[in-house]
C-alpha cells in the first residue's frame, strides 16, 4: 500500500547542532508539506513544495529548510537546533483532489 | 493573526449522544474546508470535507455544515462513540487544487461510554 513515512519518530538533541528529519512518500504526489504542532497552535506550516527543485516558505519557516531532488521525499534541515523547536513534526502530501495525508509524526526535542 | 478558529478546546459527550464541533474562519478566500481526527502518537486522519459550493456534506455518522454568510462550519458526529475521543481540527484552503491548509487549534474530544 502506498503510504508516507517520517524518520526519525523520536530525536533529542543539543542546541546548536544540525538535524534533519526525513520524509517519504510512495503515492507519487507532486504536493508536500512541513507542519509542527504546538500546544495552543494547532498545525503551523513550515516548508512546502509543489514538485522537484521547488520549495517554499510557509508561516513559520525562519531556522529551518526543505530541499526537493525528487519526488518522494522531502527532508526538513533545522540549521542549528533552538530549543524553541522543540515540537512534534508532521509532513504531508496531497492527492490531485487537494486531501492532505499526514505521516506520523516527529517528536523532537532540543536540550 | 488566526484565521481558522476553534473556539472550544474541549468538549465532554456522552456515548450515543451528538457531538457537535465548530469552527469560525476570517478569509472570505477559502474555499475548501476540511476536518481531521487526530490520535495521540499519530499523524491527523482526514475525516470529510466540504466545498464552498454546498453547505453539507455527509459521511456515515459525520455530517459536515458550511455556513458561508457567517464563515462557519460546523462537524456532527451522530452517534457518538468512545473511539471517537481524539482532536479534532478544522482546515481550510484557498483551492482544493492542493494549495496549502490552515489549520485551527483543535478540539479534544472525549465520548464518555
Known amino acids: 500500500d502506498a503510504e508516507i513515512t517520517q524518520s526519525p519518530r523520536h530525536k533529542i538533541t543539543e542546541t546548536g547542532r544540525q538535524v534533519t528529519l526525513a520524509c517519504h512518500q510512495t503515492?507519487?504526489?507532486?504536493?508536500m508539506f512541513w507542519y509542527r504542532q504546538d500546544l495552543g497552535h494547532g498545525l503551523r506550516l513550515i516548508h512546502y513544495?509543489?514538485?522537484?527543485?521547488?520549495?517554499n516558505k510557509g508561516e513559520v519557516s525562519d531556522g529551518y529548510s526543505v530541499s526537493r531532488s525528487n519526488t518522494e521525499d522531502l527532508p526538513l534541515t533545522l540549521e542549528s537546533a533552538a530549543s524553541s523547536q522543540t515540537s512534534v513534526y508532521f509532513c504531508?502530501?496531497?492527492?490531485?483532489?487537494?486531501?492532505?495525508?499526514f505521516g506520523p509524526g516527529t517528536r523532537l526535542t532540543v536540550l | 493573526d488566526q484565521q481558522v478558529k476553534q473556539n472550544s478546546p474541549s468538549l465532554s459527550v456522552q456515548e450515543g449522544r451528538i457531538s457537535i464541533l465548530n469552527c469560525d474562519y476570517t478569509?472570505?478566500?477559502?474555499?475548501?474546508f476540511l476536518w481531521y481526527k487526530k490520535y495521540p502518537a499519530e499523524g491527523p486522519t482526514f475525516l470529510i470535507s466540504?466545498?464552498?459550493?454546498?453547505d453539507k456534506n455527509e459521511d456515515g455518522r459525520f455530517t459536515v455544515f458550511l455556513n458561508k454568510s457567517a464563515k462557519h462550519l460546523s462537524l456532527h458526529i451522530v452517534p457518538s462513540q468512545p473511539g471517537d475521543s481524539a482532536v479534532y481540527f478544522c482546515?481550510?484552503?484557498?483551492?482544493?487544487?492542493?494549495?496549502?491548509?490552515?489549520f485551527g487549534g483543535g478540539t479534544r474530544l472525549m465520548v464518555k461510554p
Open positions: 504531508a502530501s496531497t492527492n490531485p483532489e487537494g486531501t492532505q495525508y
Open positions: 503515492w507519487n504526489h507532486n504536493n
Open positions: 513544495s509543489y514538485g522537484v527543485q521547488d520549495t
Open positions: 478569509n472570505s478566500m477559502f474555499d475548501y
Open positions: 466540504i466545498s464552498s459550493i454546498k
Open positions: 482546515a481550510a484552503s484557498r483551492n482544493n487544487a492542493g494549495n496549502m491548509l490552515t
